[in-house]
């Protein structure tokens, strides 16, 4: 879609909601990407994007980002699209440690929302998290995979203490990510299946998803909130496609008694 188009879309949709009709707004995308926009249903394409003193964006898709999204693994982190960018504008435990994943996604060249993403499915961005299984910190990181990596441990401060730190222990789950990612290159749905699972295991399943329930839960519920806070509408080389219309929609004007 030519960015004319989108300023079409944006303009007509705009004219065509007169104010007193802005309490509702009803659209759709058709398969060509273009955005729909009506004051009322005009057929059944049509679904209800949001009221009045709302606002949306096609990039998400119809429905509606105050809608919570059901994860097949419980997170500590809100599902509802609108709550969980909330949640990374607010969260004082993700303030503390944002300009870590800045530097590792640079480091790296993983999608910092990927990051974001993982920990809050991993951890809740909790530092000091600790699974039934001895996995620490924000990523989740084992000990023994940590050790691989070059974090070592005394008498006085063992490995799982040292990955509590957020700087130490996002960096060393980063490398893990990216080494993940060379070794299943351009199949993020087999890298999430391995950090979970460990790699391994997804080379004895055929370079498949493992027939594990909590690795097949994992690796949709990052995917579902990596989705919701990077839509997946980006060309190669991570420009992003030109197919979306936002609107900002003001709240009608109380009605005289």
Known sequence: MKPARIL????????????????????????KGVAHFASE?????????????ESFDTAIGLRSPAAKVETPRAVAVPTAQSKLIAYFEVSPSFKLVKHHLREAARTHAIDYELLQALIATESGFDPAAVSPKGAVGLMQIMPATAERYGVTGDAQVPVHKKLADP?????????????????????????????NAG?????????????????????????QLYTMLKPPNM?????????????ELPAPAPQAN
């Not at 079409?8 to 398969?31: I, R």
């Not at 249903?41 to 003193?53: H, I, M």
């Not at 993940?180 to 950090?195: D, H, I, K, T």
């Open 41 to 53: 249903q005009r057929d059944e394409r049509y679904q209800l994007f949001f009221r009045g003193g």
């Open 199 to 223: 790699e391994g295991a997804v080379q004895r399943a055929g370079n498949r998803i493992p027939n594990y329930r909590e690795t097949q839960n994992y690796v949709k519920t990052v995917m």
């Open 167 to 195: 700087r130490t222990n996002i960096r060393t789950g980063a490398r893990y990510l990216s080494d993940l990612m060379r070794m299943f290159p351009g199949n993020l749905e087999l890298v999430l299946a391995a950090y």
């Open 8 to 31: 079409h879309a944006l303009v007509a949709a705009v004219l065509a909601l007169p104010l007193a009709a802005q309490a509702e707004v009803w659209g759709f995308v058709d398969e």
């Open 235 to 247: 060309k190669a080389g991570g420009e992003r496609a030109p197919s979306r219309v936002r609107m």
